[in-house]
T-cell receptor, first 109, second 116 residues
Framework: GQNIDQPTEMTATEGAIVQINCTYQ??????LFWYQQHAGEAPTFLSY????GLEEKGRFSSFLSRSKGYSYLLLKELQMKDSASYLC??????????FGAGTQVVVTP | GAVVSQHPSRVICKSGTSVKIECRSL??????MFWYRQFPKQSLMLMAT?????????EQGVEKDKFLINHASLTLSTLTVTSAHPEDSSFYIC????????????FGPGTRLTVL
């Protein structure tokens, strides 16, 4: 996706923690979404950040810094089922979405 | 709540034929629906945005005469791929937004199109 950068792939072992960073263009920014997508399936919603700070939801947390154009998704206590692509998405004030290319997380036993 | 369905889930067609994909919001009214295309191991690329009762807005590089979008009601949008070619083979995903609260989009399950 345009102007949204995230790593291509990350590998971690079961039970570990992984942090996926995302940087985006700040002009016109409204909110930051994270979606999970398993191969061949549609994305599913994980989190939405509008204000600076950390939002925690169970094993997943998402952080946003509006001034830095930076977000991260933190996955704790990794499970095999967490192996998927994680999409960072930015919405502008018109509600238009742009997605990053996705980060493929590979969880190994 | 917030379920979006797509039909068909898979379609195989011959080159030159047209294919229609339906996107329905099952339990909410979608003021806006989006159509995305995703090639293997690539991100979702927004093709167009459709608002109920008005013409779709296409992203740069997307041919509006080839990808016809109709959003005739608050619960249904259709994408018709006209004169499909093998390079149109892709995963097409729709999403819908209710217009309430924040801008979360609810995604359909996707349609796998294969053009022979």
């Amino acid at each position: 996706g345009q102007n949204i950068d995230q790593p291509t792939e990350m590998t971690a072992t079961e039970g570990a923690i992984v942090q996926i960073n995302c940087t985006y263009q700040t002009s016109g920014f409204n909110g930051l979404f994270w979606y999970q997508q398993h191969a061949g399936e549609a994305p599913t919603f994980l989190s939405y950040n509008v204000l600076d700070g950390l939002e925690e939801k169970g094993r997943f947390s998402s952080f946003l810094s509006r001034s830095k154009g930076y977000s991260y998704l933190l996955l704790k206590e990794l499970q095999m089922k967490d192996s998927a692509s994680y999409l960072c998405g930015r919405t502008d004030s018109w509600g238009k979405f742009q997605f990053g290319a996705g980060t493929q997380v590979v969880v190994t036993p | 709540g917030a379920v979006v369905s797509q039909h068909p889930s898979r379609v195989i067609c011959k080159s030159g034929t047209s294919v229609k994909i339906e996107c329905r919001s099952l339990d909410f009214q979608a003021t806006t629906m989006f159509w995305y295309r995703q090639f293997p191991k690539q991100s979702l690329m927004l093709m167009a945005t459709s608002n109920e009762g008005s013409k779709a807005t296409y992203e740069q590089g997307v041919e509006k005469d080839k990808f016809l979008i109709n959003h005739a009601s608050l619960t249904l949008s259709t994408l018709t791929v006209t004169s499909a070619h093998p390079e149109d083979s892709s995963f097409y995903i729709c999403s819908a937004r209710s217009g309430r609260g924040y801008n979360e989009q609810f995604f359909g399950p996707g349609t796998r199109l294969t053009v022979l």
